[in-house]
């Protein structure tokens, strides 16, 4: 089992914010942080077989605008879920 997050600075959206030239992304538009759960199984039913078996859950802060109040919301979405199945075998 694994777990991932991952955060954007503030200076990454402001106009001035991160190099020369900078042109900053709008914070209502795009995500500042996130985080995923990964679940995963290994089977080896012989020497020079393995299975492996992947579920992928992600989600990411999203920011919008309530249309009725103009005032900027944040909430937590699910962006991603997946099952990821692999073998591999060695010759």
């Known amino acids: 089992m694994r777990y991932s997050w ?3 600075d ?11 030239d900078w042109q900053a992304v709008a914070k209502d538009r795009y995500t500042d942080g996130g985080n995923a759960w990964i679940l995963a199984l ?9 299975v492996m078996a992947n579920w992928v859950w992600s989600s990411a802060k999203a920011s919008f605008f ?16 997946a099952f990821l199945l692999r073998l591999q075998i060695e010759l």
């Open 6 to 8: 991952f955060s954007v």
């Open 10 to 20: 503030d200076l990454f959206f402001e106009e001035d914010g991160l190099f020369a």
């Open 42 to 50: 290994n089977w080896y039913p012989e020497q020079r077989i393995r």
């Open 66 to 81: 309530d249309n009725d109040q103009k005032n900027l919301s944040t909430s937590t979405v699910n962006i991603e879920e």
